[in-house]
């Protein structure tokens, strides 16, 4: 069954340092991979998306994910944190159901800055 | 543009009442969803509509949940009667159809007494 899987439930990292948030999933083919972030009080926004071609992708914000098959991750990452960032961030993968949009969410990481 | 608009964004109800919640989805875009989030439980799919047509409702909970799609620009989720237990935040999603991504409204807490 397809599943995906967010390891960190919640990660605190300091203003401009370094960010990788985790995600693996379980598919049966290659899958389409999504990152959002869900600021408090918010819908999710869509961060970036893999579907096919170069492994690693380049979304908004200065986030990149980078899909790898071998290890049936897309972990999501970004050089230099801003406190802006802290909000709560959920992989997804798809499609399932017969349906290219249904997605699958992972129970998401809650990122925390720290001046 | 304007973005998916859910309704009311806040609503507080006892146990037993009747609640609708409502959405208006993004011009063009032919599938719309019902997202339910918990603390518990995370992001949860409860139903998804194509061209007005719910094709997979497997999501939703139980009898006391129904969604409708009249037409392609407005949709209702409504619990009756509600439970404390359906107390949790309702997204509305709408995406323009083949691969798309998912367009979230703000969302709909609902609270229930």
């Known amino acids: 069954a397809q599943s995906v899987t967010q390891p960190d439930i919640h990660i605190t990292v300091s203003e401009g340092a370094s960010l990788e948030l985790r995600c693996n999933y379980s598919y049966g083919a290659t899958p389409y991979l999504f990152w959002y972030v869900q600021s408090p009080g918010q819908g999710l926004q869509l961060l970036l998306k893999y579907f096919s071609g170069d492994t690693l992708v380049q979304g908004i914000k200065g986030f990149e994910a980078e899909f790898k098959r071998s290890q049936s991750s897309f972990n999501l990452r970004k050089p230099s944190v801003h406190w802006s960032d802290a909000a709560e961030y959920f992989c997804a993968v798809g499609p399932y159901g017969g349906a290219t949009n249904k997605l699958i969410f992972g129970t998401g990481t809650l990122l925390a800055v720290q001046p | 543009d304007a973005g998916v608009i859910q309704s009311p964004r806040h609503e507080v109800t006892e146990m037993g009442q009747e609640v609708t919640l409502r959405c208006k989805p993004i011009?063009?875009?032919?599938?719309l969803f019902w997202y339910r989030q918990t603390m518990m439980r995370g992001l949860e799919l409860l139903i998804y509509?194509?061209?007005?047509?719910?094709?997979?409702d497997s999501g939703m909970p139980e009898d006391r949940f129904s969604a409708k799609m009249p037409n392609a620009s407005f949709s209702t989720l409504k619990i009756q009667p509600s439970e404390p237990r359906d107390s949790a935040v309702y997204f509305c999603?709408?995406?323009?159809?083949?691969?798309?991504?998912?367009?979230f409204g703000e969302g709909s807490r609902l609270t229930v007494l």
């Open positions: 011009s063009g875009h032919n599938s």
């Open positions: 999603a709408s995406s323009p159809g083949a691969a798309g991504e998912l367009f």
């Open positions: 509509f194509n061209n007005n047509v719910p094709i997979d």
